[in-house]
């Protein structure tokens, strides 16, 4: 298995930075390495989906769920979201960060509660800001500072937010989740999620990033502990458990020729063929997640 150095920086990278002494060392699967961010300039990012953001490295995180209440350290209740009113009743119910009321498995990708089955992806996170701001309008700032705001065209208070993709690294494994709330505590922290500083709250360590229960037993993490995190196109995102639930979800056969292990003809529409890669990416990425953890941690 080879490695890949994540190199302390901000910046877009094309290749993989040399190992140096003391730089935290990641392995991910073959096909879905990212190359590690080296230059200390921020570009433009294109439109392209094979993009490269920044990385954020050495963030604080907490964790959070859907259906959460309000506590001394979270004041704000999580039955709903900054986008959906409905978030636990659209995740199809609570939740349950405990250990033993939830399912973590990497041999079948099962991470998730229990009790049901969720009609979301169970591996979301938030973070802090918001770009809709009150009376249906985006934030002053949200069009200058948001990468991909121009080239979504939104509707005036539309959140261009909700749903985008992290990568998320704790050290030895990498995951993918979706934003779908604010915080810890800030809503207003552009200057972070999207810029090269570090996050503004003081509170829980200065967290930048509050992580779902999937999120914590897939990476192995617990409040307090840091990670790095960049976004990602979703074009970009491997098959995994993130994409078993909800509108991401990748059907197990996506056409009876896929089925059949037959490549779509050369004439095949544009979505027959993504629908076979997407297939073929599931199947390498299945059995890379069906190998022992000592396996991929070398």
Not at 6 to 23: C, E, K, L, R
Not at 41 to 66: C, D, E
Not at 162 to 179: D, F, P, T, V
Request: aromatic content about 12%; glycine content about 8%.
């Amino acid at each position: 298995m080879l490695s890949l150095v994540v190199a302390a920086g901000d910046g877009y990278a094309q290749s993989p930075a040399t190992p140096q002494a003391g730089v935290p060392r990641v392995v991910v699967p073959a096909g879905s390495r990212p190359t590690a961010p080296t230059a200390l300039v921020r570009p433009p990012v294109p439109a392209a989906s094979g993009a490269l953001y920044p990385w954020r490295l050495h963030v604080t995180i907490t964790l959070f769920w859907i259906g959460e209440l309000p506590s001394e350290h979270n004041p704000v209740p999580n039955t709903k979201s900054s986008w959906d009113a409905n978030w636990m009743a659209n995740f199809g119910g609570y939740d349950d960060p405990e250990p033993a009321n939830r399912i973590a498995n990497f041999s079948s990708g099962e991470f998730r509660p229990k009790a049901f089955v969720p009609k979301l992806n169970p591996f979301y996170v938030a973070l802090p800001y918001n770009d809709v701001a009150g009376g249906g309008q985006h934030k002053a700032e949200a069009s200058r500072v948001i990468p991909w705001f121009e080239r979504l065209h939104p509707a005036p208070g539309e959140t261009v937010c909700k749903g985008r993709w992290l990568q998320i690294y704790n050290g030895s494994r990498s995951c993918y989740a979706q934003w779908e709330d604010c915080g810890p505590w800030l809503t207003d922290d552009w200057q972070y999620v999207f810029g090269n500083k570090p996050p503004q709250t003081a509170h829980n360590g200065s967290a930048g990033l509050d992580v779902s229960p999937a999120v914590r037993d897939y990476l192995s993490l617990e409040s307090g502990k840091k990670v790095h995190w960049r976004f990602v196109e979703a074009a970009g995102v491997p098959y995994g458990p993130w994409k078993k639930y909800g509108s991401t979800a990748v059907a197990t056969n996506p056409s009876p020729a896929t089925a059949a292990g037959q490549r779509p003809a050369d004439n095949a529409d544009l979505e027959t063929q993504r629908r076979y890669m997407e297939y073929l990416r599931k199947l390498r990425d299945e059995d890379y997640l069906k190998r022992p953890l000592s396996e991929t941690q070398h």
